[in-house]
């Protein structure tokens, strides 16, 4: 049908998001849908390449971070044959894919959002919830409300490029422009902490063109298996994404040792992006056929900055909802603050009993507001930062700090003040629930954005609270590049697919920002072409009739 009609992507709107209220039908449904997950559980997953499934016996489990002696999944891992194997699939799927309208490609990834927001809802919300130790809330807004989005704006973005073309077309010449996939596979490695960006890292690539090779994160493999069943049955062809979950280390090497590596589209630290980039650029010398395109997201160390003219009530509930909403486990997460001195008493009162009031338990339990987080790993490195600092005399433990991983790996909400603007729990990731906070004094407002620029290596999120205009113009120049996403009088968490563009620069990325169609591009290599109507006449140019 697509011969005969020039079809538009709907333009998108953002997946609306339930509150699960108190006696609402949908905190009904999924309680029910929990307790049968759990009741099912675990879950076996096996690999998926070339449409076929694929079970190796090489066996790891995904446990429930809330209690861990209950695995909600168990998934068979990758080996070398089977690396190789989705490797050839996907540039044998390539062709037929690549060819395929793109409007045929886009009603796939528009159908799998429908599907996710309607039939798959609460199965997606309960592996999510289990799964990934994400509160109701949470969920919500990531399987759901953001995975949907990512698919909706992204088909209509990537409609946008293919539209652009030169405006310049003199007499009998036709100038115009194909926006070609990459020549070769695209790696999309995924992180556990959001399952929307399971979805998107393989599908942004897929979407123009590209056929990709999906590494998802051991701790998150359940819901982003469904969310793969979800684009099969919305008619995903096979080989077009392969799904296999596994060590990183044993197919890292290999799925980039290989001369139709074409890109990677990454979320997850620093140090492991670092070694992909390092990796990549050593192959550049005899092996690729063209410079991969390295997209990634890393890491945080994202501020508040409160300014003595701010809303003292709206910065504290901002601060508690990004500090410890999932257990401070998103990269944009709050996890160092500066309060100015003549506001810190009262500050510092109503923080306390805000926090006081948080509860934390099974992830399942609709009253939480924070669950454990998300494996032993984690849990081990976060509890050593909490022991380091009690033992700072710099540090001053103001709440929480206790840690039990008797059950499940809980850690509670954790505030200490730091003397010196400069401690290590002001410059590091810790990825857990745990802030810092500086108490400086008010003439030191300038002094404060300088520090807060310099302090670390990050440059993701951050937050200005402040009613004078002209100190939010003054702290928004002078924290320019400190924050790829920059916050006025709101929190530093909650960018929204079409509203924030997400990404940061330093050492938190190459800041291709999500959610816009900046990233689109970095998936297509484009190709202009220049069509003559009328043949030339002459090869001589007219100054050549000159006589010497």
Known sequence: ??????????????????????????????????QKMRNAAPFEIPLIINGKEYRTGQLQDQLICSDHQSPIARFHK?????????????????????NLPYSDRSAIFLKAADLMSTKYKYELLASTMLGQGKNVWQAEIDVIGE????LRFNTYFGQSIYSRQPQINPN??????????LEGYVVAITPFNFSAIGINLPTAPAI????????????????????????????????VIQFIPGSGRTMGTQLLDHPDFAGCHFTGSTPVFNKIWLHSAKNMMNLYKNYPRIVGETGGKNFHIYHPTCDVDSGINGMIRAAFEYQGQKCSALSRAYIPRSIWPEFKKKLLDKVSQIKVGQSDDF??????????????????????????????LIFGGKCDSSKGWFIEP??????????????EEIFGPVLTLHVYEDNEFD?????????????????????????IVKASKQLRYTAGNFYINCKSTGSVVGQQPFGGARASGNNQKAGSVDNLHNWVSPRSTKESFVGLTEWKYPHMEHKN
Request: with cysteine.
């Open 78 to 98: 990758v080996t070398t044959p089977l690396i190789q194997k989705a490797i050839e699939g996907s540039l044998k799927a390539k062709e037929d894919w690549m």
């Open 172 to 181: 009998h010449i036709w100038n115009h422009v194909e926006y070609r996939p």
């Open 414 to 427: 954790t505030i200490f003040v730091s003397k010196d603007p400069l401690n290590k729990m002001m410059k």
């Open 208 to 239: 123009m063109g590209n056929t990709t090779i999906w590494k998802p994160a051991s701790s998150a493999v359940y819901s982003n298996y469904l969310m793969y069943k979800i684009l099969q049955e919305a008619g995903l062809p096979d080989g």
């Open 147 to 150: 995975a949907c989005d990512f």
């Open 367 to 396: 009253s939480v507001f924070m669950t454990a987080v998300i494996d032993k790993s984690a849990y081990k490195s976060i509890k050593k930062y909490i022991d380091d600092a009690k033992e700072d005399p710099d540090c001053e």
């Open 1 to 34: 049908m697509n011969n005969f009609a020039r079809v538009n992507i709907p333009v998108p709107k953002n997946e609306p998001c339930f509150n699960f209220a108190v006696g609402s039908k949908e905190a009904s449904l999924l309680r029910k849908a929990c």
């Open 447 to 471: 002094d404060i954005l300088k520090i807060a620029d310099k302090t670390s290596e990050y440059a993701l999120t951050g937050s200005i609270y402040a009613q004078d205009r002209d100190i």
